[in-house]
């Protein structure tokens, strides 16, 4: 397991990509896992960076570990900031049309459908953020 930490500003999301890019190529990671990784990764650093201090920044953890049996990765989004569990809210209805849906919420949809498995605790004053794709 590895990790990184650094302020939750969307100026800090190449930072976070490469960290979580090199473990990846190290993994020997398919493209098409690596793509559908990298959206996701993206999706929740960016929200991170946009909520979870505001209008203050903080700090943002993301951690990287390697499974191997069977083969996986799971990634860990740790921030101290307001707590938010993106997992309590329902799932937009993609059948309505764009114009028809509530905004917010497609994001974390999409996460949810590219990821093998998403999980949210709130612990010691932590929101802890973690999806895991097989490999």
């Not at 100026?11 to 890019?21: G, T």
């Not at 707590?83 to 329902?90: I, S």
Request: charged share 25%; hydrophobic share 45%; net charge negative.
């Amino acid at each position: 397991m590895v990790e990184l930490t650094v302020e939750a500003r969307v100026e800090n999301l190449d930072q976070v990509m490469d960290f979580v890019n090199g473990q990846l190529e190290a993994a020997d990671c398919s493209m098409k896992a690596q793509m559908q990784i990298n959206v996701a990764v993206e999706e929740l650093f960016v929200n991170i960076a946009h909520y979870a201090y505001a209008p203050d920044v903080g700090p943002a953890t993301v951690r990287v570990e390697l499974k191997q049996d069977p083969p996986a990765v799971e990634i860990t989004f740790i921030d101290r900031g307001v707590r938010y569990d993106p997992l309590a809210k329902p799932d937009p209805d993609v059948t309505l049309a764009a114009n028809q849906r509530q905004i917010g919420g497609l994001g974390i949809f999409m996460v949810k459908k590219s990821m093998d498995g998403m999980h949210y605790a709130y612990l010691d004053g932590q929101n802890v953020l973690r999806i895991w794709k097989n490999l």
